[in-house]
């Protein structure tokens, strides 16, 4: 359309149970799902992370029977309780390899732009516009402005993907990417694995970004290789050549451009409402006195949502739980880096430890890492969204401050009144070994993490 | 749905930035059907305190135009964030910024986002609570006998006022997106999802990377 808006062919779909409205829209309008083999469907944001279902609160139940239904009456492949490979929309996306680079992948859900990580645009919807995929394929879109976020230099040990998101988040507000698209380049971003790409590109969206991307690489090609629903043999030799010319040319021209030194970035941890509220562990909790007077009341209010006394040290402040988990942070990756800080130690807090997928809890059950985190106290439980958002009843009691490797620190999120920090998978180990919020690096002398 | 181009009625304010789509309703809510109205749980842990009593913010009720500061809507998609606006009676939210899918969703439900300047939102919500008049058309609204501009895209004030609806719009490119999926399917085959094998992958190779 001549206002710069596109009807864009939709690739990859993927629906979890919270898509209950758009199937109804669908039904209401006795439409068929327009191309059910490109349409996947997932228990996640439900999913109960410990007994069966049958002992699940019956709104609980009703919400994955219903997608179950709704995907068996359109001939949808549907990855239900029970299913191996089952797990977060964005985290079994990938792993099952219906993330390909170059594709346009499209979900209910506001992290979608983690599928990036291969190159691919990944963006969420709402339910009309799920309702719209489904009927017709394709998605309206206007087209973004672009935005580079180079990250040279090397990450210091204990840094990852998640504190170079909530730096830049940090610096340019939770808003500060609005109505652009990201890619992240730079010898940093290079030199991270699929998975800690999968971490920086989740992030996006609390940058205000429409969807960030990494360009694909050996790295992509290396993990894309061999997945369930990956092209094979000569197909995906055909696939790895078009991929491989899906980089921006070396001179592209970005409507704006940030860069960091990955050298200087310490582990961060939140502190306020938002993601934006953000700082390294070895700074103090920001003063709203000195802050401009815009900034200041949004300030004062978050501070005493999370009863914080401006000007104290981030350091020490005592936490009451933890979560590791989340299409953010539970990857295998996010386990063993977790489960590094955490080998031969105790926690002082109890904590849950969600991984994101089936098949990364058996992976990780295979390594023994599940053993780490029993013998330290904490429990191990099923794949799901889980304390990212409390659907399932996995909640942070009221006045409870958790560290949590999750990515969205609003008031209420975890649970009504829960005071969310978020960390790195590494950080939150530290905070469950100490009870309170720590810096993890002198925790990794020694280890190999 | 219907569209309208012109609304007056009472506005309220919500002095507060980055609104998120998870105050606006909390996820808890989400399991309900729609029919039964999404309005009472809309910012409910904002209003309500957890013993029941309301919580010290201006009231909503009889407001069909809302201000905010800015990224209001930010975060999750859940589209449950503009059914809880509208089944309340909001009709348009002013501020300074939106959270990009919250704006998508509010126009496919007949709400208006309009973006206005930092400095009339600031204005605008000393004055509140006001009656402001809105026209889609003009992209304007007038209080106390000013008028403001605000800026909303073309495409959505087409769709806000004829009230139309994608699936019917998109309708109409049938044989486009046809053609398209076919031209995909012949050059590149290998978009379409390969039939996996029996094999259950790890997750572990290579991961160290
Ligand atoms: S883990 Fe959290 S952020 Fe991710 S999809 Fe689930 S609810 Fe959303």
Known sequence: ?449 | MSGWTHAAGPAVALPLENIDTDQLIPARFMSAPRKEGYGRFLLHDLRWRQDGQAQDIPTLDGAEILVSGRNFGCGSSREAAVYALVDHGIRAVLAPSFGDIFAGNAVNNGLLPAQIEDALAERLMTRCPARIAIDIDARSLSFEGETHPFTLEATWAEKLINGWDDIDLTAQHNDTIAAAADARRREQPWVWPAAPEQDLRTTGRGARG
Request: aromatic share 6%.
């Open chain 1, 1 to 449: 359309r001549d206002d710069g808006t596109s009807l864009l062919s939709v690739y990859r779909h993927l629906v979890h149970e919270v898509s209950h409205h758009d199937f109804a829209k669908l039904e209401e309008r006795d439409l068929p799902v327009a191309h059910p083999e490109l349409t996947f469907g997932v228990a996640d944001h439900y999913a109960p992370t410990r007994g069966a279902l049958q002992e699940a609160d019956p709104s609980i139940a009703r919400m994955i029977q219903t997608l179950a239904t709704n995907a068996e009456r359109h001939g949808i492949r549907f990855f239900g309780l029970g299913d191996p490979q089952r797990g977060i929309v964005h985290v079994m996306g990938p792993e099952q390899g219906l993330t390909l680079p170059g594709l346009l992948i499209v979900c209910g859900d506001s992290h979608t732009s983690t599928h990036g990580a291969f190159g691919s645009i990944g963006f969420g919807i709402g339910a009309t516009e799920v309702a719209h995929v489904l009927a017709t394929q394709t998605v309206w879109q206007r087209r973004p402005k672009s935005m580079r976020i180079r990250v040279d230099g090397r990450l210091g040990p204990g840094v990852g993907a998640k504190d170079i998101a909530l730096g830049w988040i940090a610096r340019l507000g939770a808003d500060g990417a609005r109505g652009h698209a990201i890619e992240y380049a730079g010898p940093a971003v290079r030199g991270l694995s699929m998975e800690g790409r999968l971490t920086l590109c989740n992030l996006s969206i609390e940058g205000g970004a429409r969807f960030g991307m990494v360009a694909p690489d050996a790295t992509t090609l290396a993990y894309v290789q061999g997945r369930p629903f990956a092209p094979k043999g000569a197909a995906f030799d055909a696939a790895a050549e078009a991929w491989s010319t899906l980089t921006s040319d070396t001179d592209a021209a970005f409507d704006r451009e940030e860069s960091i030194e990955a050298g200087e970035i310490a582990p961060v941890v939140t502190w306020g409402t938002s993601p934006e509220d953000a700082a390294p562990i070895t700074a103090t909790v920001p003063d709203p006195a000195r802050a401009d007077p815009s900034r200041a009341q949004r300030m004062r209010a978050a501070l005493d949502y999370r009863a914080l006394s401006p000007g104290r040290p981030l350091e020490g402040t005592p936490i009451d739980q933890v979560f590791i988990g989340s299409c953010t942070n539970a990857r295998i990756e996010d386990l063993r880096l977790a489960a590094a800080v955490l080998s031969g130690r105790r926690a002082r807090v109890p904590g849950i430890v969600s991984p994101g997928s089936g098949l990364v809890k058996a992976q990780a059950e295979a390594e023994g890492l599940d053993r780490i985190f029993t013998d330290a106290g904490l429990d191990w439980v099923e794949a799901g969204c889980s304390m990212c958002v409390g659907m399932n009843g996995d909640r942070v009691a009221p006045g409870k401050r958790c560290a949590s490797t999750t990515n969205r620190n609003f008031r209420g999120r975890q649970g009504p009144g829960a005071r969310t920090h978020l960390m790195s998978p590494a950080m939150a180990a530290a905070a469950a070994v100490t009870g309170a919020l720590t810096d993890v690096r002198p925790m990794l002398v020694g280890r190999a993490a």
